[in-house]
C-alpha cells in the first residue's frame, strides 16, 4: 500500500511491538503502512509518520486539554483536537472552521470519528491487550481523511492516550 487511498476499506491493526517501547505501527498483515512513537513511555508528545510525511502530537493543558497536531519541525498548529472529558469524546477543529465529533464508549474499547452530517470517518474497535493493539478501518473514501491524513495518526495517539489515562485512574483510589 502506497498512498491514503489504498487503506479504504481494508481490515488495518495497530499494534505495539514491543511492551517495553512506545512505538505503535499500523499493519496489514506484515506490512507497516505508519508508525506513532512517543518520546517516552509517560510523556504526551508523539511523532507519526505516514506516506513519507511526519506530524507531531501533544497533550496540554490540565482540566481542559487539546491536542496539538503541527508538521515535524513548525511552529503552527494544522489543526487542534479539545478533549470533552465528561462527553467521553471530544472535537478535531480543522482549517476552514470545520468539526469532527470523536466519540468513545464507556470502557474505551472502540474509538471514532464522525463527520458534520454524521458519517464514520474512521473507526477503531477491539481495543486492548497489555501491548495495546486494535482493529483499524476507514469504512468509505472520506474527504477529510484524504485531506488530512494525519487524522490517522490523531485517532491511534488519541486512543493510547485514553488507554493510559484509565491505567492512572484507577490508581488514585
Known amino acids: 500500500m502506497k498512498t491514503t487511498t489504498d487503506l479504504f476499506g481494508k481490515d488495518l491493526q495497530w499494534q505495539q511491538p514491543r511492551l517495553t517501547e512506545p512505538l505503535f505501527q499500523l499493519r496489514k498483515g506484515e506490512e507497516i503502512i505508519a508508525n506513532l512513537k512517543f518520546k517516552n513511555a509517560f510523556g504526551s508528545y508523539a511523532e507519526g509518520t505516514l506516506n513519507e510525511n511526519t506530524w507531531t502530537f501533544k497533550t496540554q493543558g490540565f482540566l481542559k486539554t487539546h491536542v496539538t497536531i503541527r508538521e515535524k519541525g ?10 470533552n472529558t465528561w462527553s467521553e469524546g471530544g472535537t478535531l477543529e480543522l482549517p476552514g472552521n470545520v468539526q ?3 466519540n468513545s464508549n464507556y470502557w474505551d474499547e472502540q474509538f471514532e470519528f ?3 452530517a454524521g458519517q ?3 473507526q477503531f474497535t477491539t481495543i486492548s ?12 473514501m472520506s474527504e477529510f481523511v484524504m485531506k488530512y491524513p494525519w487524522m490517522i495518526l490523531l ?3 488519541l486512543v493510547v492516550m485514553i488507554s ?9 483510589f
Request: positive net charge.
Open 74 to 83: 513548525r511552529d503552527e498548529n494544522v489543526a487542534l483536537y479539545r478533549n
Open 100 to 102: 469532527l465529533t470523536a
Open 114 to 116: 464522525v463527520g458534520p
Open 120 to 122: 464514520k470517518i474512521m
Open 129 to 140: 491487550g497489555m501491548k495495546l493493539h486494535a482493529n483499524f478501518r476507514l469504512p468509505e
Open 155 to 157: 485517532g491511534w495517539y
Open 164 to 172: 493510559r489515562d484509565g491505567e492512572i485512574v484507577p490508581g488514585l
